[in-house]
């Protein structure tokens, strides 16, 4: 017999001891034993994850979409501005990430927001994102558009400014800038950094794919010095080796993939610095504004690495080993009258573990350059996979209960990115609380801080997109605040010899117990939204107030060898605004409890 019949019975025998094994017939059992198998119950489906906010614990939201006017529409941008002139603040807000602007009316009568009937700008303009701001100091919000100039925007624009009038209603006519090239602007920061009473732009590059779609160019910063009618000269010189060019490369050797900044006094010398975040793990800057006497002009030199701020501790150790940072927001979230930063930062699954995650920054001395002590965060669940997109952000009392919180939009990483809101407790720490006060839904686009209702409260305007979860219908959300404290107020700055709006202003607020320190700016971060202007203010239920003192972003004395900034102080006369909604406060000394257009009334 042949090997391969020997193997072929061999495997005939195997399969017959088996068969016989298996069709053996059993023994006799018990009728019990007998009866049928009990069908293993199907495992459960998993349920389907909630994108809406869930039922808050606490009565601190209601949705108040429909009652405003906004439901069935949908957005990714906010700007929270009174466009029309009439005191009260309206909305626009952007369909889209590129698309045309929607402008909003706030009617008084029907408590709501109303679509208008016609055109502010005349003709079809698109914009990845707006700024309003007053530009020639006329009491009417002037709107700069910027365009990111990506592959899918239709059109590349340079950035353009309108000015805007009430003749007869809210036009908007298109200024001649002197502002010609259109670059990858991810952000357009109004401030004055002069103090000249005229305000100027800060301009973040972001890649450039006009040369070549596979190898985008970084191009440096700029600076655009205003003259307070509509003209802007470029002065980006006076960021310090920032246009360095090496003519062998073509390249910009200091550029960085700018995506994110706004402003802040972080040494509280009454001049503007500047914040500016970077992607793709490049360094964040710390632009501290500076006197040169050899040019007898100001400077901006990056003190980022001494401040650790430009990355973590082992990133600044890599040209590239920062983090994705879409925003640097500066307040004093502690009350110890040093400026701190939170950091905003886009992580993903597949990062290694030496990525920037998002953080607060803690100042930790009043010696120059600032220093601040870094504590790093995330929103992980503990499965394993996750993603986080920290894509804007805002510091508000938003419980009014005399904390700073934090309010972030995570975004972009369905079902686990929501709206975070970091509520500040009593110990000076901060624990999310979004889910207990019912506004932790998925996919936050634009959030701004408003107070549609006029109550005095900070109330929530947010968009929710279908970024990588298609089962999500886009809307727009407006949660209104339900706090009850009466020890709180609002602060909004009117200017004369400074900006209209007082923007690049330090507030502090002296109490019995501490000192309150709010900095104002119109926006902040990447592709900007807009919040309502305005700090809000809360005390302690044992604490009065003493004083208000504004340093007003103006020069009262300029000369080679002595600069003095404004200063005011309120003393008299503001214990009864306590409790009101409003509290304006005019570079002249004067003082109101309600929206005023000119401080010379």
């Known amino acids: 017999m042949t090997s391969k019949k020997v193997l072929i019975f061999i495997l005939a025998l195997l399969l017959s001891s088996c068969s016989s094994k298996h069709n053996k017939p059993k023994s006799s059992q018990s009728s019990k034993s007998k009866t049928a198998a009990k069908p293993v119950a199907p495992k459960p489906a998993a349920p389907k994850p909630t994108f809406g906010p869930t039922t808050p614990n606490e009565k601190a939201f209601a949705d108040a979409t429909e009652k405003m006017g906004l439901d069935g529409i949908s957005g990714t941008h906010f700007y929270s501005v009174d466009w029309s002139g009439d005191g009260y603040t309206d909305l626009v807000y952007l369909p889209l990430h590129y698309s045309v602007p929607k402008f909003l009316k706030y009617s008084p009568k029907y408590q709501k927001f109303l679509p208008i009937k016609y055109n502010p700008f005349g003709k079809v303009i698109r914009g990845s994102y707006l700024v309003f701001v007053d530009l020639n100091k006329d009491s009417v919000l002037d709107v700069i558009v910027g365009t990111l100039n990506q592959k899918t925007e239709l059109e590349k624009e340079p950035i353009r400014i309108f000015k805007g009038s009430h003749k007869p209603h809210y036009d908007l006519q298109e200024m001649s800038t002197g502002i010609k090239v259109a ?41 655009l010095k205003g003259d307070g009618n509509f003209k802007f000269q470029n002065v980006s010189y006076l960021l310090t080796d920032e246009n360095k060019f090496r003519k062998s490369t073509g390249k910009y050797t200091n550029a960085v993939a700018s995506f994110g900044a706004s402003i802040c006094d972080v040494d ?127 510091w508000v009392d938003l419980d009014s209960d005399g904390y700073l919180d934090l309010i972030v939009d995570n975004s972009g990483f369905p079902p686990k990115s929501r709206l975070i809101y970091f509520k500040q407790e009593s110990d000076r720490s901060f624990a999310d609380q979004a889910e207990a006060f019912g506004i932790n839904f998925t996919n936050p686009s634009g959030t701004v801080i408003t107070d549609f209702n006029r109550d005095g409260y900070a109330d929530i305007i947010s968009g929710q997109t279908n970024v990588r979860e298609s089962e999500i219908k886009p809307r727009i959300f407006a949660f209104e605040n339900q706090a009850k404290n009466k020890r709180r107020f609002r602060v909004i700055l009117r200017g004369i010899k400074s900006n209209y709006h007082g923007i690049g202003a330090t507030i502090k607020v002296t109490t019995s117990k501490r000192t309150i320190t709010r900095v104002v700016q119109s926006v902040a971060g990447n592709l900007p939204s807009q919040n309502e202007e305005g700090e809000f203010i809360t005390l302690f239920k044992d604490e009065d107030i003493a004083k208000i003192k504004v340093t007003w972003p103006y020069l009262t004395l300029n000369t080679p060898e002595k600069r003095e900034v404004y200063t005011k102080t309120y003393i008299k006369s503001l214990r009864p605004f306590v409790g009101k909604n409003l509290i304006v406060l005019c570079e002249n000394g004067r003082v109101y409890g309600d929206r005023v257009k000119s401080c010379n009334e």
Not at 197 to 211: C, Q
Not at 305 to 318: P, R, S, T, V, Y
Not at 319 to 326: D, E, L, P, Q, R
């Open 183 to 223: 670059s990858a602007s991810s952000s357009i920061i109004p401030f004055d950094y002069d103090l000249d009473g005229n305000l100027d732009l800060f301009v973040t590059s972001w890649y450039d794919f006009t040369e070549s779609p596979l190898r985008p160019k970084l191009l440096p910063d700029k600076i």
């Open 268 to 394: 509280q010398n009454g001049f503007p610095d500047i914040l500016s975040a970077s992607s793709a793990g490049m360094a964040n800057r710390l632009w501290m504004n500076l006197y040169d006497r050899k040019h007898k002009d100001r400077v901006f030199k990056n003190y980022a690495k001494e401040a650790n701020l430009e990355a973590d501790d082992e990133g600044q150790f890599d040209a590239k080993g920062g983090g994705n940072s879409f925003y640097l927001n500066c307040s004093d979230y502690n009350d110890d009258k040093l400026i701190d930063i939170a950091v905003g930062e886009l992580f993903h699954s597949y990062d290694n573990e030496q990525r920037d995650r998002s953080s607060i920054l803690t100042g930790s001395q009043f010696a120059f350059p600032p220093k601040f002590i870094r504590t790093e965060y995330h929103k992980d669940d503990g499965s394993g996979s996750w993603s986080q997109g920290d894509r804007r952000a805002s």
